[in-house]
């Protein structure tokens, strides 16, 4: 008889990692399920459901292979992985015995499993980790330690209990997280309601109690003239702000020329409307969010933007109160020590090649500039980078103007890409090396942070298709090589898990049960009289001394947006559920069959003045670089926008679905590989023509 089981793990189609329950029989996947043992992950998005279409398609990497033509050529020759193993650590010795072990670089998504390859990192005595973040979150990041000294996810938004929500251009209903959105709703359902603020009508738009569509960048004068109202009518949470906050005398005197009727003229938002966001708010104290965004970053003022909002929930004494935002509890806070494999090897001391945390104090190090690093290979300044591991990571798909990273490339010694796709970054790797996807690999455990933390593993569900390996097995192998086996001492993951866990009382069998293993029963609060914020002075600083001394003012004063020139629009874009990470989902079978390509949405004014109508295949082009796209005209998107869903325009022809599908949003933002003052790049600050083809 075939044998049936069910194994429960976490998704990966998007970093959302949500809890699933996979159905095999005979050793193939049947089904993906949400976790029903989970609260809130009951059910899938589309792109988690479609997992198993992505597990049984062909178009991966399925061998490790080493480059056998030029850069990008797409000539290969397949290889063992003895080979290409014993390939990447002698260049990586060789390296090593030229410059150090700083000349390696290696950047990921981003995220609780990242473990083992920042192990490997410094194990070796690398300093030279990066993130994703770098292209978007790390404005958000970067503000809230600054203001509240908690990094951007370790706080987390009591939704289901809010009873009023301000959301700033992040499309909580489509882009992200199943559970969220499900959060968000039920608050809807229970009478909170939501005002949405973004340049695009969306899916959170349509269920928002007042949707505004604001002029694109101006979104910092709202924030500023919501303070100006709350501050100047006594609106905010006098205990809470005398207790907790730094700085309200300069706030309040930063803030008075920035009044309802000035932020109107800015936003196109009627002062009227912002003094009744205002007062709103107010009355449902503490229980709201003004939630910062996520993925958004706008423009080189976002930082402060950022600032301005975590300020917004200061003063309506948010922090930690019932539908507000809350900070997430670990492990730790229900007295549990999960051991992290970083821990077995020493912390790097050199310093990063990308200044943060040094050239640039207020950004802090542990996710990077990655955005700083093509500058670094091409300068050797400060010192020089001379190989590159994209570990899952595909910057050239996610950050602005790849072709300044192919220029890069060009000065490296090695390229690695370790994937379970053939992402544009491994297209021009000199060594591809395939990961065992979600479903055919243990990662380490994860620590689900919430008001009742939990233990959560993403597990084996089936042996990996072709020859595909974990990322244990990969990092394992490498130090190995490298001489530094010591710090990867265990046989495999489970003996790697089951000594995470030690001391706790659970082993690896117990997330067999359910998946997770609860560390609570009930919600763990802190006290509201006794909060600890992680700042120099303990407190949330609306004025910070820290800033101040590097440069950096607490509040820049507000700077009206550079408007598109004469014939041109400025290009936004966003997410969808069927597609959150291009590299992900574009070319997945059943996605792509339901979404093959984006379109290019503008205004009827637009349509007009370009002379082009809905359906048109047109040129849209910026600093020399053009991308073919369809447009569509609606009237719900600002008249200045060009918006377009990201991820693409495949170049790789092996993904032969989604090449060449759309357009590619990065190649349009040329010049735009910068670093704004919160440590992302500015992702809408391009322009673009468009001509009908
Ligand atoms: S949101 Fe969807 S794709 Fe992302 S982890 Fe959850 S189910 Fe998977």
């Known amino acids: ?3 049936k089981k069910v194994v429960y793990s976490l998704c990966c189609m998007c970093t959302g990692r949500c809890p699933i329950m996979v159905e095999v029989e005979g050793g193939v996947i049947k089904h993906i399920w949400g976790n029903p043992h989970v609260f809130g992950a009951k059910s899938l998005c589309p792109r988690g459901a479609a997992g ?118 992040r499309n909580l209903l489509e882009s992200l997280i199943t559970g969220e959105a499900r959060n968000v709703i039920e608050m809807i359902n229970s009478g909170g309601k939501m005002v949405y603020i973004d340049v695009r009508w969306n899916y959170t738009a349509s269920k928002a109690y007042k949707f505004f569509i604001i002029n694109p960048g101006t979104d910092y004068a709202l924030a500023l003239a919501l303070i100006n109202v709350i501050l100047n009518q006594h609106l905010y949470d006098a205990d809470f702000v005398n207790k907790y906050v730094v700085g309200l005398d300069y706030l309040r005197s930063f803030i008075q020329p920035y009044t309802p009727e000035w932020a109107e003229k800015e936003t196109g938002i009627p002062a009227e409307e912002i003094r009744k966001i205002a007062y709103e708010a107010a009355d449902a104290k503490p229980s709201v969010i003004f939630h910062p965004g996520w993925m958004t970053a706008w423009n080189s ?13 200061a003063l309506m004494g948010s922090y930690e109160a019932k539908g507000g935002i809350v900070i997430s509890k670990g492990a730790g806070d229900a007295g549990v020590k999960i051991k992290q494999p970083t821990s077995i090897a020493p912390k790097v001391t050199e310093e990063r090649c990308d200044g943060a945390g040094i050239k640039y104090p207020w950004i802090r190090a542990q996710w990077g500039m990655l955005q700083v690093l093509p500058e670094v290979i091409e300068t050797g300044e400060p010192y020089p980078v001379k190989a590159y591991i994209a570990m899952r990571h595909d910057p050239l798909a996610s950050m602005p103007d790849p072709e300044v990273w192919i220029k890069a490339f060009d000065k490296l010694d090695l390229v690695v890409a370790i994937d379970v796709n053939w992402s544009w970054t491994a297209w021009y790797a000199d060594v591809i090396l395939p990961e065992a996807t979600y479903l055919e690999r243990t990662d380490n455990i994860l620590v689900r942070k919430g008001l009742k933390p939990q233990l959560a593993l993403r597990q084996k569900v089936i042996e990996p298709r072709f020859d595909a390996k974990s990322r244990f097995q990969i990092f394992k192998a ?35 049960k359910k998946g997770i293993i609860d560390l609570t029963k009930d919600p763990i609060w802190y006290d509201r009289n006794n909060l600890k914020f992680n700042t120099p002075s303990g407190k949330i600083e609306a004025y910070s001394e820290f800033l101040e001394k590097a440069g950096v003012p607490s ?59 809905d ?73 673009v023509k468009i001509n009908k083809i």
């Open 1 to 3: 008889m075939t044998e």
């Open 301 to 313: 003022q976002d930082f402060h933007f950022r600032r301005a909002i975590y300020i917004l929930n």
């Open 555 to 613: 509040l820049a004063p507000y700077e009206r947006p550079e408007s598109p020139p004469e014939g041109m629009l400025r290009l936004v874009s966003g997410k969808v559920a069927l597609h959150t990470q291009g590299r992900t989902t574009s070319n997945n079978p059943y996605l792509n069959e339901i979404y093959p390509e984006n379109h290019l949405y503008i205004h009827p004014e637009a349509s007009k003045k370009f002379g082009v109508k």
């Open 478 to 512: 490498l130090a190995e090589r490298l001489g530094k086996g010591e710090y990867f001492p265990w046989k495999d993951e489970i003996e790697m898990v089951n000594w995470q866990l030690e001391g706790t009382g659970f082993t690896f069998e117990d997330f067999s």
């Open 52 to 169: 198993v279409a992505f597990e049984y398609d062909n178009e991966r990497p399925q061998y490790p292979m080493i480059r056998d033509g030029e850069r990008g050529s797409g000539k290969w020759r397949r290889v063992s992985w003895d080979e290409a193993l014993d390939f990447i650590a002698d260049k990586l010795k060789t390296i090593i015995e030229n410059y150090g072990a700083k000349a390696i670089a290696l950047s990921d998504r981003g995220g609780p499993h990242t473990e083992l390859q920042k192990l490997f990192l410094r194990s070796i005595g690398s300093p030279n980790y990066f993130t994703h973040h770098a292209t978007c979150s790390n404005s958000v990041h970067n503000a809230h330690m600054s203001v509240a000294g908690h990094a951007r996810n370790t706080v987390g938004y009591d939704y289901k209990n809010c009873k009023y929500m301000v959301v700033f251009g």
């Open 615 to 687: 359906g048109d295949l047109v040129e849209v082009s910026s600093n020399g670089v053009s991308e073919k796209i369809r447009v569509r005209v609606s009237p719900y998107v600002h008249p200045e926008v060009a918006f377009m869903l990201h991820g693409f325009g495949d170049p790789v022809p092996v993904r032969t679905r989604s090449f060449g599908r759309g357009a590619s949003d990065v190649r349009l933002m040329k010049e735009k590989l910068k670093v704004t003052v919160g440590g992302n790049c500015p992702l809408f600050e391009t322009f």
